[in-house]
């Protein structure tokens, strides 16, 4: 089969692509796409000083970065935008943390090895362990009226019992953000269900996560102060 003139002229025709200014617009004859400048795919780490290595180490680039603490469990490094607007994101450190459900009712034996190994120790987690340890009796005694105070049954000698009040609230220090910085502590509204079941309700509207990225900040402006002072990172909470 072959081609008339008029059909090839209508082809090339339909091939070429003609742009139009109207007004303060451009209109093309046909749908453009854009061919993207490369971006690398980001390194994942798992603490701050992995990060501080890497932009140290000027490993991928020996361009300005910025550091953007994102929340208390994740921080990433980006370069400026280039021609298309996009950032290079070169890596991101992500905390490794324990996981706890504030909120949820968990068995006596679950909520002591939970306290134990994702709390550092201060003396509200001893205290809270101390009468979590020695309930003896699965009731729960409501007291007073406040919706607050609460009375367990405890063992205080070898063969005696005692009424202990619940404290209410506590300050704890879970470990929420990166192992490197200082754990924020804050207040928890501490509960027991029939059964002897226990659980821990955030107190204090979030203002953890503001004192654990402050935290960060300060350890990444310590351990980068050469790189900052040169304005080769800038750190962004």
Same mark, same amino acid.
């Given at each position: 089969?072959? +081609?008339? #003139?008029?059909?090839?002229? %209508?082809?090339?025709?339909?091939? &070429?692509?003609?742009?139009? %200014?109207? =007004?303060? $617009?451009?209109?093309?004859?046909?749908?453009?796409?854009?061919?993207?400048?490369?971006?690398?795919?980001?390194?994942?780490?798992?603490?701050?000083?992995?990060?501080?290595?890497? *932009?140290?180490?000027?490993?991928? &680039?020996?361009?300005?970065? +910025?550091?953007?603490?994102?929340?208390?469990?994740?921080?990433?490094?980006?370069?400026?935008?280039?021609?298309? %607007?996009? #950032?290079?994101? @070169? /890596?991101?450190?992500?905390?490794?943390?324990?996981?706890?459900?504030?909120?949820?009712? @968990?068995?006596?034996?679950?909520?002591?090895?939970?306290? $134990?190994?994702?709390?550092? $120790?201060?003396?509200?987690?001893?205290?809270?362990?101390?009468?979590? =340890?020695?309930?003896?009796?699965?009731?729960?005694?409501? /007291?007073?009226?406040?919706?607050?105070?609460?009375?367990?049954?405890? %063992?205080?000698?070898?063969?005696? #019992?005692?009424?202990?009040?619940?404290?209410?609230?506590?300050?704890?220090?879970? @470990?929420? &953000?990166?192992?490197?910085?200082?754990?924020?502590?804050?207040?928890?509204?501490? #509960? +027991?269900?029939?059964?002897?079941?226990? =659980?821990?309700?955030?107190?204090?509207?979030?203002?953890?996560?503001?004192?654990? +990225?402050?935290? /960060?900040?300060?350890?990444?402006?310590?351990?980068?102060? $050469?790189?900052?002072?040169?304005?080769? *990172?800038?750190?962004?909470?």
């Amino acid at each position: 089969m072959t +081609m008339t #003139r008029e059909a090839i002229e %209508k082809v090339l025709e339909i091939g &070429t692509i003609e742009t139009h %200014k109207i =007004g303060e $617009q451009t209109y093309s004859t046909q749908r453009l796409h854009l061919v993207q400048e490369p971006t690398p795919a980001e390194i994942i780490v798992r603490s701050l000083s992995g990060l501080v290595g890497y *932009v140290k180490s000027e490993f991928d &680039t020996t361009e300005p970065v +910025m550091i953007h603490i994102v929340n208390p469990t994740t921080v990433s490094c980006f370069t400026a935008v280039n021609g298309d %607007k996009a #950032r290079s994101t @070169y /890596i991101e450190a992500q905390a490794s943390i324990p996981r706890f459900n504030f909120g949820s009712f @968990y068995d006596r034996e679950e909520f002591n090895i939970a306290l $134990q190994s994702g709390f550092v $120790q201060n003396n509200h987690r001893d205290i809270v362990l101390q009468v979590v =340890g020695t309930v003896v009796e699965e009731d729960v005694k409501e /007291i007073g009226d406040d919706g607050v105070s609460q009375a367990v049954t405890v %063992k205080t000698g070898v063969a005696s #019992r005692g009424n202990a009040k619940v404290p209410n609230p506590v300050q704890l220090s879970p @470990y929420r &953000t990166f192992v490197e910085v200082e754990q924020p502590e804050s207040k928890f509204v501490f #509960r +027991m269900r029939e059964g002897a079941r226990c =659980g821990l309700f955030e107190a204090d509207g979030g203002a953890w996560k503001l004192e654990a +990225m402050n935290n /960060i900040k300060e350890y990444l402006n310590k351990a980068l102060s $050469q790189e900052v002072e040169s304005k080769k *990172v800038f750190i962004l909470a």
